[in-house]
């Protein structure tokens, strides 16, 4: 399995400070459980978080992706001064999460998702660490052969619209609804590695 050194970050801006992308720890689930209070997180995800049992539960689905190589989740938090790229010491409550997932060794595709925590909403949080991890997982996933990410949404999340768009990712198709799992059509973005 390939060993991963370096985490992704976004720069800052004029407005905001740098982001860190890194793996989820334990030590995150009173936040995530204070997170997944907010009723739009919870509309938009698959999962409920109630408790620290159920947080640290998804946490460890986190770190079990890393150790088996088919999704690798991250903790989006702002950078501490000096900490730059490659820091895997990113501390602050969590901002957001991206994750690339649904990783097949023969397939040349995975898919992306992220979602971001109410308080970071409006500053750029999303499109920047989409970003960084796009640019992560283009750069250290090329000689596995990865060319193409793929984002999901549904129809009616226009703030994922408009995050896939910002970060190159274009309309590719739209899905027909699923129900009970995917109560909604989606669409689906497209972004392919430039070589």
Same mark, same amino acid.
Request: hydrophobic content about 40%; aromatic content about 8%.
């Given at each position: ?60 689905? %986190? %770190? ?6 088919? /999704? @690798?989740? @991250? ?18 409550? $969590?901002?957001?999460?991206?994750? /690339? ?6 397939? $040349? ?13 409006? /500053? ?13 997982? @283009?750069?250290? @996933? ?11 949404? %549904? ?9 896939? %768009? ?16 995917? $109560? ?12």
């Amino acid at each position: 399995m390939k060993r991963i050194t370096a985490w992704p970050t976004a720069p800052a801006t004029a407005t905001a400070p740098e982001l860190a992308l890194r793996p989820w720890r334990l030590e995150d689930s009173a936040a995530l459980v204070d997170l997944y209070r907010d009723e739009a997180l919870r509309h938009w995800t698959s999962v409920a978080l109630d408790d620290e049992t159920g947080a640290d539960h998804w946490v460890r689905e %986190q %770190q079990r992706g890393w150790s088996e190589g088919n /999704r @690798f989740g @991250f903790a989006v938090v702002e950078a501490r001064e000096g900490e730059g790229a490659g820091a895997e010491v990113a501390e602050g409550r $969590p901002l957001g999460h991206v994750v /690339r997932k649904g990783i097949s060794p023969d397939s $040349p595709s995975a898919e992306v998702g992220y979602w971001t925590a109410a308080p970071a909403r409006g /500053r750029g949080v999303a499109p920047r660490a989409l970003h960084a991890l796009t640019d992560w997982a @283009f750069a250290t @996933f090329a000689t596995d052969g990865l060319t193409r990410l793929e984002l999901l949404h %549904q129809v009616d999340n226009t703030a994922s619209c408009r995050v896939a %768009q910002k970060c190159g990712y274009d309309l590719s198709a739209h899905l027909p609804a699923s129900p009970p799992a995917f $109560p909604l059509d989606g669409h689906v973005h497209v972004r392919v590695r430039a070589d």
